[in-house]
């Protein structure tokens, strides 16, 4: 079973950075897929950005210019570094794992960390 932890969450005020990441363990995610996604209150939980096991990335036109995603294999570990952070950024985020290529539906991912609270202030 693989397990999904994600750190780096916070207070930041607008216009300022914060970085994520997501530690996996149980197995190595070989020809995995990972992502981040986010939940507003209120809202349903969204795709933000994926990386493929070669590198291949996809981004929700929201956050493109703003966020990049990364990944080190070697250590199973997923990264997000996210600038020029904007009060609407604000929501839970949630690292996920599924086999095969990137897919931006919730349901297609197999293994769901438990989140992390990003809360940007005006």
């Known amino acids: 079973q693989v397990q999904l932890v994600e750190s780096g969450g916070g207070l930041v005020q607008a216009g300022g950075s914060l970085r994520l990441s997501c530690a996996a363990s149980g197995r190595t995610l070989v020809m995995h897929t990972m992502a981040w996604f986010r939940q507003a209150p209120g809202k349903e939980r969204e795709f933000v950005t994926a990386?493929?096991?070669?590198?291949?990335?996809r981004y929700t036109d929201s956050v493109a210019g703003r966020f990049t995603i990364s990944r080190e294999n070697t250590k199973n570990t997923l990264h997000l570094q996210m600038n020029s952070l904007k009060p609407e950024d604000t929501a839970v985020y949630y690292c996920a794992a599924r086999p095969g290529g990137v897919n931006t539906t919730p349901g297609e991912y197999v293994y769901w960390g438990q989140g992390t609270q990003v809360t940007v202030s005006s």
């Open positions: 990386i493929s096991w070669i590198g291949g990335r």
